[in-house]
């Protein structure tokens, strides 16, 4: 269960084999999947950019690796700070002596906690960049948007690329970060202006760097001046210890192990920072420790020194639910929200209830979450079709919710035990071809087209061959219709089936609805303000709300789902494994556990699911709450 940067073509696991026209819970399994595994035509090109970076790393290790300084800027704009939205953006203390390597981190002051949409007194703003030059430099956009996301909970979000900043520009946010995708040297040029390595060390702002180039900073600003500021000698920082990045397979942070599993032959390691020792230089702050499951040795995975948070890797890749990007996901919050106050949340949403679903089963989830004093929300798919008769021995069928009073009246049981009505699709399923595998409500994709490939995977193919905003919107208006037609209320929030559209299907449903609550894909041009490349997209899910990179406010799905049967090599996901995940995720001080179940399950695995996670200190809220 993993998020990557993707291209075209991306393979998500299925289970396609031994379909059981009775048992309807098989296809489900994607959504604890989703939104995607890095597969499909193009792994080898990240594979290639792991191995580039290597390289370069060792060259620059050696003393060959040339780096040629950025040109001077041409004069630009003044930047404005918007918030990412429908429109993308075109450019979208220190102590003398040191007896030990790191102290621990200070634990976080208690204060109240941010609204999500709301501006605080003084609204956080970030300044987000990201590189753009070489032949890997559409990943910078990519990781870029997964930064901007994470940082529209805060406040307003820029996004620009890094060769386009300018004299004095940190000074106009409450922090920056800037995310090194682009191992500069060779024939490729340092696009980091010099303006921007002098302007990260003169301000007293906080600055986040993460991944390639601190070594470009060091030389710029001088080694001993970087040394002296910061405590550490990143010119003589590599990727590789001992002629090798190891198995780092676990960072510690806060008191909670992390996961960290990239396949072999697409790690290009972690930075491990020369620290400088003796008289004259600042302590560094270890925030986070990575373990070599080889060696067993420990480094630094996040430190801080000054102004200057460092991480030694783009997280943004290879995610699961208990990831080493919880750790910048609360790393937020120092630098942009410092005085947030703990606080733990947890949500449970009851999933594709379409006008086929088993009233008594959902009375019965009714009366459990009721006398639990769960509040949580119901997905709803007002329209149900099975249009080759998959499940009906091959006759066609069709059902809405107005012709299914029974349904409509659990549904309304639900709704005063403590349910919030969401709308999940249409259809959840695109016409009367196999999407990827049968046309059935709740199995398939329903904006996005996809297919089962001779390995048994599902492979994304892209948007629907109709998609436009007049499309989806069409699709929406007939959805919210039938709802009505069956006397229930509008909903106000949107799940997204099999949690996949395109950019302008998420654009349309934000205009329709308060929040989406989902995983979402992000694709490339959009901070870019070119045109949107639909094969190439990077998945991601959210520990917190956000205003994400199309203007939408998103609530966090962050758990997965209960499910109780292996399905092509991804085991079984049970209540443990949804509580463990949440025990990870406590790491965010003002974190959400969120995750959703079925109803035509038994209702024991999710008592035990939400009695597990209420003992780890959250408290359920209602989908509302999420977004304050």
């Not at 560094?284 to 030694?312: C, F, M």
Request: zero cysteines; glycine letters at 8%; hydrophobic letters at 40%.
């Amino acid at each position: 269960m993993i998020v990557a940067a993707l291209w075209g073509g991306v393979a998500l696991s299925g289970a396609q084999a031994a379909k059981d026209p009775g048992d309807r819970r098989w296809p489900q399994h994607l959504k604890g999947i989703d939104p995607v595994s890095l597969s499909g035509p193009k792994p080898a090109e990240l594979k290639a950019w792991a191995k580039a970076r290597l390289a370069n790393d060792r060259k620059r290790r050696a003393g060959t690796l040339a780096i040629r300084p950025a040109a001077p800027a041409a004069p630009a704009a003044p930047a404005g700070t918007a918030t990412p939205a429908a429109k993308p953006a075109s450019s979208s203390g220190v102590t003398t002596t040191r007896t030990a390597l790191f102290t621990k981190p200070a634990a976080p002051a208690k204060a109240a906690t941010r609204a999500v949409q709301a501006a605080a007194p003084a609204q956080a703003s970030a300044l987000v960049l990201y590189d753009t030059a070489g032949p890997y430099g559409h990943l910078g956009e990519l990781y870029a948007m997964a930064a901007a996301n994470l940082a529209g909970h805060f406040g307003t979000v820029t996004a620009k690329p890094v060769s386009a900043y300018t004299p004095g520009m940190v000074e106009q946010y409450t922090a920056t970060v800037y995310l090194g995708s682009t191992y500069y040297g060779g024939s490729l040029p340092d696009a980091i202006p010099a303006a921007f390595y002098q302007d990260a060390l003169a301000t007293s702002r906080p600055v986040t760097w993460i991944g390639d180039n601190i070594w470009g900073m060091a030389n710029a600003v001088g080694v001993s001046a970087f040394q002296q500021a910061y405590g550490w000698d990143p010119t003589n920082s590599y990727y590789e210890q001992g002629g090798t990045v190891g198995r780092i397979d676990r960072v510690d942070y806060k008191g909670r192990q992390l996961t960290r599993k990239i396949p072999t032959g697409f790690d290009s390691g972690v930075l491990h920072p020369a620290l400088s020792t003796g008289p004259g230089f600042p302590q560094v702050t270890q925030l986070a420790e990575a373990t070599d499951a080889i060696s067993g040795d420990t480094s630094p995975w996040a430190i801080r020194s000054r102004n200057l948070t460092y991480l030694g890797e783009i997280p943004f890749s290879y995610v699961s639910e208990t990831d080493r990007v919880i750790v910048f996901e609360d790393l937020l919050f120092d630098v942009l929200a410092p005085q947030t106050a703990e606080r733990h949340r947890a949500f449970v949403r009851l999933e594709d209830i379409s006008p086929e679903a088993d009233p008594a089963q959902l009375r019965a989830m009714a009366d459990y979450l009721h006398s639990a004093k769960v509040p949580y929300g119901i997905n709803v798919v007002p329209v149900y079709t099975d249009p080759k008769g998959a499940y009906n021995n091959g006759v066609p069928k069709t059902s809405t919710l107005a012709q299914r009073p029974q349904v409509v009246a659990a549904i309304k049981y639900m709704l005063q035990r403590g349910a919030v009505l969401m709308n999940h699709g249409n259809t959840h399923q695109y016409g009367n071809v196999a999407n990827p595998y049968n046309g059935v409500t709740g199995d398939d994709f329903e904006f996005f087209r996809a297919h089962v490939d001779a390995g048994d995977n599902v492979v994304y193919d892209g948007p629907v061959p109709e998609d436009s905003t007049v499309w989806a919107q069409a699709r929406v208006t007939s959805g919210l219709a039938a709802f009505t037609a069956a006397g229930l209320p509008r909903p106000t929030l949107w799940t997204t089936p099999h949690y996949a559209a395109s950019a302008t299907d998420y654009r349309v449903f934000g205009q329709n609805f308060s929040a989406r609550l989902e995983r979402s894909l992000y694709f490339a041009g959009t901070l870019s303000g070119g045109t949107v490349n639909p094969g190439r997209y990077i998945g991601q899910f959210f520990p917190y709300a956000v205003k994400d990179v199309y203007g939408t406010t998103v609530l966090p799905e962050n758990l997965g789902n209960y499910e109780p049967e292996p399905y092509n090599n991804h085991p079984a996901r049970l209540p443990a494994d949804l509580i463990n995940s949440a025990k990870a995720n406590l790491a965010v001080r003002d974190g959400v556990a969120s995750f959703f179940y079925h109803p035509y399950f038994a209702v024991e695995p999710l008592k035990q699911t939400i009695e597990g996670i209420r003992a780890l200190g959250y408290t359920f809220v209602a989908p509302a709450d999420l977004s304050q």
